[in-house]
């Protein structure tokens, strides 16, 4: 990074430069922003190419979310160490390796591989774009290109969907690895050319790295321990080493941060409880925008059964209603208390949730489209008010740390939030599958109904009785089968909503007394 903060005046630079800056950052974080989700779409494709249920499938978005997480730490370090233009170049080549290691893979460990190099570079580059344009812009201007990196970043995981269904529906699943790569390669071209070197004038500043690695081992541990929880146990011996592995990281790292020098993440500010409140609403601002970018491409693809570019359909309007609320809710946030917003953004996304829940095979494409876009609008309320608040709280001498954890606690969430509503799905569809199972009894007339219905029908093609009544009791399995499908994501819709509803209250802690500044 430059010797440029966000605090001092921009250097002299001309029109032209500050709007090549920008077109490089602003070109790289929609690639990489778009590269979040856009393999959502994929999800029941590689479910069924590597015969993984939902508990390993939503690795491809944790892995990107975890690793992103942490490379948000790395990255003013490595900024300031090698210079904006060379990381900025090794990260693109980084993104580059990963998407085709992901395109290629021939086995699931390796997609979620690429997958990861994809996150960590992705968390590296977007600080480092947001910093550059804030470098070569004064200050009563920079307002206005944090909205224009933040309109990208939220516009990129908008629309992946949209682009990963029609990667497949033109190609196949491994095609949404490449969608991101032509833009990514003109992004290097450019800023190979306009972002600043290293600056020798800066000192070198000392990483923390055993802090660093505990937290990436929490992060590991923790996500692999509950996402094997389904498959090997809860009381396996692996699942209960890597939960144990992972919080005893977590209560290290917070100890470790109090005592080093120069930590990644001031645990001392936590003191505050207003903005260790807003840590705790900004990890839930996470979990619902990154969680439900995840459940509602998978719920119409599995539930709806809508191809993968229909699917991606159904989420654009949301994606573009929450693009146009960003700048409004940073407009309000300037004018209102936090917590009105943050309440107001919560409300609309956890009741429209709720609705979700009674969607099924039957729902119409506009009616499901229309309460996504309601609840991304809630959503584009809610990351001007969080930061706001979390700023108020934090020291002015400490507000660049500041915003450094609400971003770390916001990923983080991100990360918690697809894995935990993929392994409610996988548990929720097991206990339905369990129940509906121990009624499809002979003793039970409709059952016996649809068998001799079923029965019936194959008659006709002339099969022997053995043969239709195996095939008839197949058939009433994928029946009972998608029916606990969806039974299962019901329940983790009201389940989704339900924590929208617990963040509003967290949200109405924010509560303090207001005056509108009329200077």
């Not at 490595?78 to 290629?104: P, Q, V």
């Not at 937290?215 to 146990?233: D, E, P, R, Y």
């Not at 840590?279 to 693809?301: E, K, R, T």
Request: charged share 10%; aromatic share 12%; hydrophobic share 55%.
């Amino acid at each position: 990074m430059t010797a440029t903060t966000a605090s001092e005046p921009a250097p002299q630079a001309s029109t032209l430069h500050r709007w090549l800056v920008v077109t490089a950052a602003l070109s790289s974080s929609l690639a990489l922003a778009l590269s979040a989700t856009i393999t959502n779409v994929a999800v029941p494709d590689i479910m069924g190419a590597f015969g993984v249920g939902q508990d390993q499938a939503q690795w491809m978005a944790t892995a990107f979310f975890a690793a992103m997480t942490a490379g948000m730490l790395l990255s003013d370090w490595l900024t300031r160490r090698f210079g904006a233009r060379d990381i900025f170049i090794a990260m693109m080549l980084l993104f580059f390796l990963g998407s085709i290691a992901g395109g290629t893979a021939q086995t699931y460990g390796t997609v979620v591989l690429g997958r990861t190099i994809q996150g960590l570079s992705a968390g590296v580059i977007l600080p480092l774009t947001m910093m550059a344009m804030f470098a070569v812009f004064p200050p009563h201007q920079r307002a206005m290109v944090a909205g224009l990196f933040g309109i990208s970043f939220v516009l990129g995981p908008g629309l992946g969907p949209w682009f990963g269904g029609m990667a497949i529906d033109a190609f196949n699943w491994r095609f949404t690895f490449y969608v991101a790569l032509p833009i990514s390669f003109c992004s290097i071209m450019l800023a190979s050319v306009i972002l600043p070197g290293r600056d020798r004038n800066i000192k070198n500043s000392n990483l923390d790295w055993f802090g660093f690695l505990l937290v990436a081992t929490f992060l590991a541990a923790t996500l692999t321990g509950l996402s094997n929880g389904q498959l090997k146990g809860w009381s396996s011996n692996f699942v209960i080493a890597s939960l144990i592995l992972g919080f005893g990281c977590a209560a290290a790292f917070l100890f470790w941060e109090t005592r080093v020098a120069d930590p990644i993440f001031d645990v001392r500010l936590l003191r505050n409880p207003k903005f260790a409140i807003a840590n705790i609403v900004s990890f839930l601002v996470g979990a619902s925008l990154f969680g439900s970018f995840y459940l509602q491409p998978v719920f119409v693809q599995i539930v709806e059964n809508y191809t993968p570019l229909r699917a991606g359909l159904v989420l654009v309007p949301g994606g573009l209603a929450m693009g146009l609320a960003l700048p409004i809710g940073g407009r309000l946030a300037d004018r209102y208390p936090p917590y009105i917003l943050l309440v107001i953004g919560f409300l609309l996304f956890g009741i429209t949730t709720w609705f979700m829940g009674f969607s099924d095979a039957n729902t119409s494409f506009w009616t499901f489209a229309l309460l996504v876009m309601i609840g991304r609008i809630g959503q584009g309320f809610l990351f001007p008010p969080v930061t706001a608040a979390g700023l108020a709280a934090a020291p002015p001498e400490k507000m660049g740390t500041a915003n450094g954890m609400l971003n770390f606690t916001r990923q983080m969430g991100g990360a918690f939030g697809i894995n935990l509503l993929a392994i409610n799905i996988e548990r929720r569809t097991a206990y339905f599958s369990e129940i509906l199972v121990t009624t499809q009894t002979e003793a039970n007339s409709a059952t016996q109904g649809i068998l001799d219905t079923i029965t019936g029908m194959l008659g006709t093609a002339g099969l022997p009785n053995v043969t239709e009544a195996l095939v008839a009791k197949l058939y009433l399995g994928r029946i009972v089968a998608a029916q606990a499908t969806a039974l299962g994501f019901r329940d983790t819709f009201f389940a989704f909503a339900i924590l929208s509803f617990v963040a509003v209250l967290f949200s109405l802690a924010l509560w303090s007394p207001y005056r509108k500044d009329r200077g």
